[in-house]
């Protein structure tokens, strides 16, 4: 029997993997972390999800069959309304972070910020009222409305 809490957490999976379905879009699952191909000449990826985590250590690069793929940036909605994370660790090199990538991230408590950053979109952060979010350095950074909203 499927309690609710298990059916939630499918049907979320599910519209994620629907959405993961995109014409000529290419990604790349490792473990329970999820990434898009932003440039397959370039070898670069972005973060777009991972399921069932209470730490995500993003990394600076992934491998995936003998190709080496830079991460440089999180995808808008990549952790929107997960309950599961409370640490985010976002390595130097990460040069954006999406729309409401991690919009109402309620048991989000730490984030440590590279001076890597460039933008930060709307609602990124919007939500996330206990979070601790450090800057490692001097940021010329654009922001995007709401972008830490409480």
């Not at 250590?57 to 309950?83: Q, S």
């Not at 954006?96 to 890597?116: G, Q, R």
């Not at 933008?119 to 979070?131: K, L, R």
Request: some cysteine; hydrophobic content about 40%.
């Amino acid at each position: 029997m499927i309690s609710k809490f298990d059916l939630k957490s499918f049907l979320k999976m599910f519209v994620l993997f629907l959405a993961f379905i995109k014409a000529g879009t290419r990604y790349i699952a490792q473990g329970q972390i999820n990434y898009e191909v932003v440039d397959e000449i370039k070898q670069t990826v972005k973060f777009c999800g991972a399921w069932k985590l209470k730490k995500i250590e993003i990394p600076k690069i992934i491998i995936d069959n003998k190709k080496t793929y830079t991460v440089i940036g999180i995808e808008h909605n990549a952790l929107t309304n997960n309950l599961d994370i409370e640490e985010l660790i976002i390595p130097e090199g990460i040069k954006f972070i999406d729309d409401s990538a991690f919009e109402n991230c309620e048991n989000l408590k730490s984030v440590e910020l590279p001076t890597t950053i460039k933008f930060i979109g709307n609602n990124a952060f919007y939500g996330v009222n206990s979070a601790k979010i450090s800057f490692k350095g001097i940021y010329d950074i654009k922001y995007g409305n709401d972008a830490f909203n409480p």
